[in-house]
């Protein structure tokens, strides 16, 4: 069955450098997400993607941010100049039918 | 504005026991309701949603819109089934809502 993947599966970054983080969506699926997981805490939706564009974005989800779709298959979150609060995991998610199926996740650490 | 909330963060049951994690959500229009479970160390993924109306792995769960809840119910609990579990909606198409998560401990 396919599934979702991202990679690294494991990110340190030294606060204020940029950070990409990868995602490979299920082939068919059209609609891709980004949510993020602080640790112990609940998972939080950041962006949704569409058509290549933006469909709906969070607070959360502020200048420092981008997704882009830089080809067929791989969906990238990048994040301008970390901040120690970006420790988290982040999700990718692709969308068909309504239905989320979930990457395995990111973890990033900003030291 | 769109909301979901779990009240209990952990809840801890006997194996063999029923089992129910509550979820009240907060919406003006009709959204779609969703459980998501997590075992440890695995990605999220679906559990089931309301309106496939079907049983997953022995849970099943109704939507009230009366009570704006949509609580995930098992009847007898298995060891297997401890994970977390997240509640959420979407309104068909746009972002998706989670709640906090319940975490489940079935113990032996």
């Known amino acids: 069955e396919p599934e979702v993947t991202q990679t690294p599966s494991h990110q340190v970054t030294q606060m204020g450098q940029e950070v990409i983080l990868r995602c490979v969506p299920i082939?068919?699926?059209?609609?891709f997400y980004w949510y993020r997981q602080i640790l112990g805490q609940k998972v939080e939706f950041l962006v949704s993607f569409y058509n290549n564009e933006i469909s709906e974005k969070s607070e959360i989800f502020d200048d420092q941010f981008s997704v882009e779709r830089p080809d067929g298959s791989n969906f990238t979150l990048k994040i301008r100049s970390t901040k120690l609060e970006d420790s988290a995991m982040y999700f990718c998610?692709?969308?068909?039918?309504?239905?989320?199926?979930f990457g395995p996740g990111t973890r990033l650490t900003v030291t | 504005a769109q909301r979901v909330t779990q009240p209990e963060k952990l809840l801890s049951v006997f194996k063999g026991a029923p089992v129910e994690l509550k979820c009240n959500y907060s919406y003006s229009g009709s959204p779609e309701l969703f459980w998501y479970v997590q075992y440890s160390r695995q990605r999220l993924q679906l559990l089931l949603r309301?309106?496939s109306r079907e049983s997953i792995k022995g849970f099943t769960a109704d939507l009230n819109k009366g009570e704006t809840s949509f609580h995930l119910k098992k009847p007898f609990a298995q060891e297997e089934d401890s994970a977390m579990y997240y509640c959420?909606?979407?309104?068909?198409?746009?972002?998706?809502?989670f709640g906090p998560g319940t975490r489940l401990s079935v113990l032996p």
């Open positions: 959420a909606l979407s309104n068909y198409g746009q972002n998706f809502v």
């Open positions: 082939s068919n699926h059209l609609y």
């Open positions: 998610a692709s969308n068909r039918a309504n239905e989320q199926y």
């Open positions: 309301h309106i």
